[in-house]
């Protein structure tokens, strides 16, 4: 089992930064690659970004592309999402996800473990 716990959320202006932050505990070896999605009301869950294990290959949705940035820190078990430039169209309640393959990566359904969310609300 792997547990996920989500931080870092809250209310910005738009052009203002946030940084989510997530705690991973347990088999963590078992599910190297984690990712960030995010779910506005009314809206399917939608992938945001990911990162393998060792931090060297990530990968971003269009619409974050250049603005959001992920990160990883494997000695604290921790993933970041450092988001710049909000929008507020970047509203929405942001997951913490965790798997063990690349697989499809931008697929929420292929996660097996997952936070409990945090919500990210930015004002115009």
């Known amino acids: 089992q792997v547990q996920l716990v989500e931080s870092g959320g809250g209310l910005v202006q738009a052009g203002g930064s946030l940084r989510l932050s997530c705690a991973a505990s347990?088999?963590?070896?078992?599910?190297?690659?984690m990712g960030w999605f995010r779910q506005a009301p009314g809206k399917e869950r939608e992938f945001v970004a990911a990162?393998?294990?060792?931090?060297?290959?990530?990968y971003y949705a269009n619409s974050v592309k250049g603005r959001f940035t992920i990160s990883r820190d494997n000695a604290k078990n921790t993933v970041f999402l450092q988001m710049n430039s909000l929008k507020p169209e970047d509203t929405a309640v942001y997951y913490c996800?965790?798997?063990?393959?690349?697989?499809?990566?931008?697929?929420?359904?292929?996660?097996?473990?997952w936070g409990q969310g945090t919500q990210v609300t930015v004002s115009s």
């Open positions: 996800a965790a798997k063990n393959t690349i697989v499809s990566i931008s697929y929420w359904r292929g996660y097996a473990y």
């Open positions: 990162i393998n294990w060792t931090g060297g290959s990530t």
């Open positions: 347990g088999r963590t070896f078992s599910t190297p690659v």
